[in-house]
């Protein structure tokens, strides 16, 4: 019912930048939420950082001061501004989005997009 579709990914140098992107489509009435996870190998997804449609925003505690994440709600998209990045951060990263349905405004629809790789490697 909702697709996300992630770009922005790749390889990056310790204390470097990289910017996340990620569009919703499909059968949506309104976005509640919108976020990033991420999951590093043989570890759980965690959750990186979200923000609601009011603008309140949530991150955990390793990221703070160091990525930030905006929305555009006139176009469905999210991004993570990610910067002085550690090699801690290496992940897939995972675009989320809790939306209400169009046409079926009972029916909340939780989403996630397909995943974009980050590493931070010298």
């Known amino acids: 019912q909702v697709q996300l579709v992630e770009s922005g990914g790749g390889l990056v140098q310790p204390g470097g930048s990289l910017r996340l992107s990620c569009v919703a489509s499909?059968?949506?009435?309104?976005?509640?939420?919108m976020g990033w996870f991420r999951q590093a190998p043989g570890k759980e997804r965690e959750l990186v950082a979200t923000i609601i449609s009011g603008g309140t925003t949530n991150y955990r505690d390793s990221v703070k001061d160091r990525f930030t994440i905006s929305t555009d709600n006139a176009k469905n998209t999210v991004e993570l501004q990610m910067s002085r990045l550690i090699p801690e951060d290496t992940a897939i990263y995972y675009c989320y989005c809790q939306s209400r349905r169009a046409y079926n405004m009972n029916v909340w629809d939780n989403s996630w997009g397909q995943g974009t790789q980050v590493t931070v490697s010298s």
């Open positions: 499909g059968s949506i009435f309104s976005i509640n939420v």
